[in-house]
């Protein structure tokens, strides 16, 4: 399955919710644009979680070009899509490599965000490319999330550092990178305990394993990849704040896009924290990542509702 189609097969809750209101709004052949037309067209955009903010940008702009005028379902639909890609418009790369050596990316994110499984596909996705990979498993606090990575590890055939239940998650995050380097490995991926946003102290140790990992490395890391679920909707909005603030965050992994008809939250996380979404998780497989591009994810919304299925 291409990208375009893991979007589409990820997105498809959204789609169905997107389909049905464009559906009723276009219940005749052509409709006045006035402004209980832009009620309608504002109010699917705000129910897929894409912010007060954005979906009042796209209602503005749909109003500037059509007000008075009557439109069919094409026009408003090409409309929408033009400025939502304008609105989402992030550099393209999706992982920032190091120049020379071993390349260091700290993941990051609240507990059941699905910040293990992103992991595992990262390392799926990199050990595709022929690289060599290790993970370090700087999550000590929970037996259980060592567990999970360890499977995943052995399953993908790739190196993992662990420590003891409880120890110094930034000793495992050292100890990681060293063997990284000793081995001569391309990538390092540290693994952090879930935690709160509000949760201070645990804020400061991820500060302590940002300061760590430089110290090996000059400018490690490279990437700090924040999951979000994007089941959460607009609560992900203060999780990406908090946490950027904590480890100055590069990007963004939105995980299990498939099992909510919240995707326009992506939007939203574009225009209110800034950070590009470098990835999006669109099922539970190890291939299950797919790159993102702001274009691709728009067009892969909006298909069905232009073909009218």
């Avoid at 005749?28 to 504002?42: H, I, P, R, S, Y």
């Avoid at 930034?170 to 540290?190: F, K, N, Y």
Wanted: one cysteine or more.
């Amino acid at each position: 399955m291409g990208i375009f189609d893991k979007l589409k097969q990820g997105l498809k809750k959204t789609t169905q919710l997107l389909r049905t209101d464009v559906r009723d709004l276009f219940k005749a052949e052509g409709q006045l644009v006035d402004e209980t037309f832009l009620d309608g067209v504002f109010e699917p955009l705000v129910k897929m979680d894409m912010g007060v903010e954005a979906a009042t940008a796209i209602v503005d702009d749909v109003r500037e070009a059509f007000e008075s005028r009557v439109v069919h379902r094409d026009e408003i639909v090409e409309q929408i899509k033009g400025k939502l890609k304008s609105l989402m418009a992030q550099p393209s790369e999706p992982i920032r490599f190091a120049d020379g050596g071993p390349t260091v990316i700290m993941v990051c994110g609240v507990n059941g965000c699905g910040k293990t499984t992103s992991i595992a596909k990262l390392a799926h996705m990199f050990l595709a490319d022929g690289k060599k990979v290790i993970l370090g498993a700087a999550d000590t606090f929970r037996a259980a999330a060592v567990e999970q990575l360890t499977i995943w590890a052995q399953r993908l055939e790739c190196e993992i550092v662990t420590g003891p239940q409880d120890s110094d998650p930034a000793s495992v995050a050292h100890r990681a990178v060293a063997q990284t380097l000793e081995a001569g490995a391309d990538v390092c991926i540290v693994d952090t305990a879930g935690r709160l946003q509000t949760q201070q102290n645990l804020m400061q140790q991820l500060s302590k394993i940002h300061r760590v990992l430089g110290k090996q490395i000059a400018e490690a890391p490279h990437e700090v990849i924040l999951v979000l679920d994007a089941t959460t909707g607009q609560n992900g909005i203060s999780q990406a704040r908090h946490f950027t603030e904590a480890v100055h965050c590069t990007g963004i992994i939105l995980a299990k896009l498939d099992g909510t008809a919240k995707g326009g939250v992506v939007v939203a996380i574009r225009q209110q924290v800034g950070l590009p979404v470098k990835f999006v998780g669109v099922g539970e497989k190890a291939e299950d990542l797919a790159p993102f591009d702001p274009d691709s994810f728009v067009d892969a919304l909006f298909e069905d509702v232009e073909s009218g299925e």
